[in-house]
T-cell receptor
Framework: DGGITQSPKYLFRKEGQNVTLSCEQN?????MYWYRQDPGQGLRLIYY???????QKGDIAEGYSVSREKKESFPLTVTSAQKNPTAFYLC?????????????FGQGTRLTVV | GNSVTQMEGPVTLSEEAFLTINCTYT??????LFWYVQYPGEGLQLLLK?????DKGSNKGFEATYRKETTSFHLEKGSVQVSDSAVYFC??????????FGKGTHLIIQP
């Protein structure tokens, strides 16, 4: 079945550590996105990529980094510079042509700082 | 920039009641409009969409009509069930840089 897979489902980070969240899709989509979800805040865009080896900052990119070396994969690294990383992180993808199409979401990763 | 405003929750209804969740938007041009649903601990699932003015999206008994004159995309269902309890997000997409979401409306259906 085609879809988006995020791993792990739960992740714990110590203060000062970098952690990487995985996102893989087999939908052959060109565009991929990372969102952060906090209670009462809706979803906020962190980074997005429209093509391999290219990505752009979203609204809240500070303290995060991404790479897009393969079409199928768009990992997100939460660095120690992110002061409040505890949140639910969602990865999404969409086809590029017809840019007003819907995005498909993974099941999310819940990151907690301990 | 683009923005989406939807009614704050929680919204609590009895089973079989009529549901309306209001959504209005601000965008340049002609965005596509979406409703997504999120069940506890899960990602978002597309519920319905509309891509141009006066389009009606529908799925699983839910409906929403793209009203350009009022910049609205209100979600409705004639008879809700306990299984409809979830968080509902209104969203728009005006270009290639991702969706803009409302803050979400938590819907609680009591038996």
């Amino acid at each position: 079945d085609g879809g988006i897979t995020q791993s792990p489902k739960y992740l714990f980070r110590k203060e000062g550590q970098n952690v990487t969240l995985s996102c893989e899709q087999n939908l052959n989509h060109d565009a991929m996105y990372w969102y952060r979800q906090d209670p009462g805040q809706g979803l906020r865009l962190i980074y997005y990529s429209q093509i391999v080896n290219d990505f752009q900052k979203g609204d809240i990119a500070e303290g995060y980094s991404v790479s897009r070396e393969k079409k199928e994969s768009f990992p997100l690294t939460v660095t120690s510079a992110q002061k409040n990383p505890t949140a639910f992180y969602l990865c999404a993808s969409s086809i590029q042509e017809g840019a007003r199409t819907e995005a498909f979401f993974g099941q999310g990763t819940r990151l907690t700082v301990v | 920039g683009n923005s989406v405003t939807q009614m704050e929750g929680p919204v609590t209804l009895s089973e079989e009641a009529f549901l309306t969740i209001n959504c209005t938007y601000t965008a340049t041009g002609y965005p596509s409009l979406f409703w997504y649903v999120q069940y506890p601990g899960e990602g978002l699932q597309l519920l319905l969409k509309a891509t141009k003015a006066d389009d009606k999206g529908s799925n699983k008994g839910f409906e929403a009509t793209y009203r350009k004159e009022t910049t609205s995309f209100h979600l409705e269902k004639g008879s809700v069930q306990v299984s409809d309890s979830a968080v509902y997000f209104c969203a728009l997409r005006g270009g290639a840089d991702g969706l803009t979401f409302g803050k979400g409306t938590h819907l609680i259906i009591q038996p």
